[in-house]
């Protein structure tokens, strides 16, 4: 690589969709658990780009590559030393700009993730702000007096644990950290700090970035009076890790995070985004009480962010038509004009496969139904594979999430384990030497040698999903109406101009009836739906785990 120049085809920014990411398929890697280049056990940038082809293979439109940055390790990359480079464990920044390249002559886009909300301890800016109280950077974090007992300013909870206040005795204050010690929140209250946060993105978006995925973007700004939550009511104590484990779900977390100049920051980064046209922004919305509205109210208009995700159905709960339907509903209805992003796995919760105890045809209905929702999907790496969660001893663990809370919360390491390529080979392929976490040994039969070449594999049918919505236009841009929930069935429709598609999903292990809307359909995809060629009018059996997607004629 010799310049920037190199990172994107000539003609990528010319005559590009604007609108591509609405229905993007984004496969997220997490890099340490990706591939192994050089034999030390952790996935790497080059280890990535030896793997590109297999993605361009399954059909993504772009990858999301979780952080990369320079790092101590404490939280895996999210706890950020230096927001310009690249930690050494996974390459150099020249290894980036040859990946970049990769993807795009794969025409790839590649999102990365953007970790702002806070930064290690052991970045430059926080060294110095906690050197006194009155430095340049004195205000760059979240720092507040004790109170006259000497007990922290506020009673906010980190989500790893204990309280989210920690002492300095530097400066003889407390400053935040929503998450581990090591993670100390900065203060978006600062112009100075927002400034220098929208430069690290300009940095990115210049080496030819096609976008982010915003970490905890709701978590940006704090009450600037640093007022107290009150407690949450039983009725919406709905998190997955219970609060008798956690007692962080015990509060209404009002002042700690989700403020309302919030919509200012996002704006401002929004006008940074369309100075380059055609790139794009996907958020995660940590919040297990008031996701759907917030990720409704940062994505409303084309001022904010171009796309949110929330938790609803990154839950434990128990996946059902009645349960999607009510998800969508209550989104179109919050911002009927907004674009969700939607996922089943990611990596911080349990896989799917486990969570929701999923058989082999569930799990192929299921990508058919995610690749059918209007908005921007995300898959994550291995997921297409049927991988289920690992299960980790607790010598293996090392997400300081679960060592807080085992063993009644495990962590999130039994779903960051090592890519499986090779069945035959001892670390499934990933490395020559023992990974950072255990390949299980449940996993090598899963493996991609495994898969290829087989028509009736799990992987295939997520590459046929893919090209289903790759195909059609309705799935990728159109509207959604008519959602509606009958018995066990999931369905709605797609529109785009005068066209329409019709999709219906049995969920569950019991075949069930479906009427079809009036007129003549004509099946373009499915399974178990009674019919697989011809004419379709009126009534419809979908057996168990059946699914219909059909064009009006």
């Not at 809307?517 to 739906?529: L, V, Y």
Request: hydrophobic share 35%.
């Amino acid at each position: 690589m010799t310049g920037l120049e190199e990172s994107r085809p000539p003609d990528h920014a010319n005559g590009v969709d604007q609108n591509w990411w609405r229905g993007a398929v984004i496969y997220q890697v997490y890099p340490r658990s990706f591939q192994d280049s050089n034999d030390d056990g952790v996935g790497d940038l080059q280890g990535i780009r030896s793997r590109i082809q297999y993605i361009a293979d399954l059909g993504a439109d772009a990858i999301w590559i979780s952080p990369f940055f320079r790092s101590p390790m404490r939280d895996f990359g999210y706890d950020v030393s230096d927001f310009r480079d690249v930690d050494p464990s996974f390459g150099t920044l020249d290894d980036f700009q040859e990946l970049l390249a990769s993807c795009h002559s794969l025409d790839i886009k590649v999102l990365i993730d953007l970790v702002i909300s806070h930064t290690s301890d052991e970045h430059e800016w926080f060294r110095e702000s906690r050197s006194s109280r009155f430095n340049q950077k004195a205000d760059w974090y979240v720092w507040a007096d004790a109170l006259p007992d000497g007990t922290p300013p506020n009673n906010w909870l980190s989500v790893f644990g204990g309280p989210a206040w920690s002492w300095d005795t530097t400066r003889g204050q407390y400053y935040l950290h929503n998450f581990l010690k090591s993670q100390p929140d900065l203060n978006f209250h600062c112009e100075e700090v927002r400034r220098e946060l929208l430069d690290v993105a300009d940095y990115w978006l210049s080496r030819g970035v096609d976008g982010f995925r915003l970490d905890t973007v709701n978590f940006y700004f704090c009450d600037r009076d640093l007022r107290s939550n009150p407690a949450v009511p039983d009725h919406l104590r709905t998190s997955s890790i219970a609060p008798s484990v956690n007692p962080y779900n015990m509060q209404l977390h009002i002042y700690s995070k989700n403020q309302p100049e919030n919509l200012e920051f996002l704006e401002d980064l929004r006008v940074l985004m369309d100075r380059y046209g055609d790139r794009t922004t996907v958020g995660e919305v940590g919040d297990a009480q008031q996701g759907l509205q917030i990720t409704a109210q940062y994505t409303t208009g084309d001022a904010r962010l171009h796309s949110c995700y929330s938790f609803e159905l990154l839950s434990g709960d128990k996946i059902s038509a009645g349960r999607i339907a009510s998800v969508i509903k209550r989104f179109e209805e919050e911002a009927p004009d907004s674009w969700a992003c939607w996922a089943f796995s990611n990596h911080d919760v349990v896989r799917h496969v486990t969570r929701w105890r999923l058989g082999r045809r569930a799990q192929e209905i299921l990508i058919l139904t995610l690749v059918c929702l209007r908005g921007p999907v995300c898959i994550f790496q291995g997921e297409e594979l049927g991988l289920p969660e690992a299960d980790l001893e607790r010598e293996d663990i090392r997400d300081p999430y679960g060592k807080e809370f085992w063993p009644e919360f495990k962590g999130r390491d039994g779903c960051r384990t090592p890519m499986v390529w090779e069945s035959d080979q001892q670390y499934g392929g990933f490395s020559k030497v023992k990974p950072w976490l255990p390949v299980p040994a449940t996993h090598l039969g899963l493996a991609v040698s495994a898969c290829e070449g087989d028509q009736s594999s799990l992987l295939n049918a997520y590459r046929e999903a893919i090209e289903l919505r790759r195909s059609c236009h309705e799935l990728r841009q159109g509207s959604l109406k008519r959602v509606r929930r009958d018995g066990n069935v999931l369905s709605f429709c797609r529109h785009s101009g005068d066209s329409t598609v019709y999709c219906a999903f049995n969920l569950h292990g019991t075949q069930s009836g479906v009427s079809l809307p009036s007129g003549t359909w004509r099946r373009i995809a499915g399974a178990n739906c009674g019919s697989n060629t011809g004419e379709l009018q009126g009534a419809l059996v979908l057996k168990e785990w059946g699914a219909l997607v059909a064009r009006k004629s």
